[in-house]
């Protein structure tokens, strides 16, 4: 039983950390909106009633208008011109490799790494860093799947570097 005491509050104190980080939003309040129609027939049936950064929203439709049928090899350069055009980020960001996404995103442009791997889990408009030889690979979470140079309705089959939202 003595044993058993570390371990509760442990516990305890895990989850009630996880609930603190919840209630912390990234969310700009002042830029949240509720999708119009449109933007949820993008966004997929579960986007209506909640509320998302506008630029984020910008960014997802300008990348799944771009996105091409099939993989271009070019997956950076999309969600890089995506986060521009949606003013997301200030200057267009300059890593080559996919694989460095993340941090030039974190360190330049006000992004914050998740606790998470799951790419899955991922919030609606956040950048999924995957690790790789040959430069890695990046997406953006839609509703119904993943979006760079081509949709998907699965996540890339590699392992995740990080997933990146924007802070307020």
């Known amino acids: 039983m003595k044993n058993c005491l570390p371990i509760f509050l442990t ?5 009630a950390t996880i609930a603190a980080a919840a209630e912390e939003s990234l969310l700009q309040k002042d830029k949240a909106l509720v999708p119009t129609p449109e933007q949820a027939a993008l966004l997929g049936p579960k986007s209506s009633g909640r509320r998302y950064d506008s ?3 910008r960014a997802l ?8 049928p099939k993989m271009t090899w ?5 969600v890089k011109d995506a986060l521009l055009a949606a003013d997301v980020v200030p200057t267009r960001p300059t890593t080559i490799w996919a694989n460095q996404a993340g941090t030039e995103l974190s360190r330049d442009y006000g992004f914050k790494k998740l606790w998470t791997h799951d790419p899955y889990a991922a919030p609606l408009g956040s950048v999924i860093v995957y690790a790789g ?14 979006v760079s140079d081509f949709v998907s309705r699965t996540a890339y089959p590699r392992p995740v570097v990080g997933i990146y939202v924007k802070r307020g």
């Not at 070019?74 to 999309?78: E, M, Q, T």
Request: aromatic fraction near 8%; charge should be positive.
């Open 11 to 15: 516990t305890i104190l895990i989850s």
């Open 74 to 78: 070019h997956c950076w350069g999309y």
């Open 61 to 68: 439709e300008i990348a799944k208008r771009r996105a091409k």
């Open 133 to 146: 030889r040959d430069g890695g690979h990046v997406e953006m979470r839609t509703e119904s799947g993943f």
């Open 55 to 57: 630029r984020m929203l």
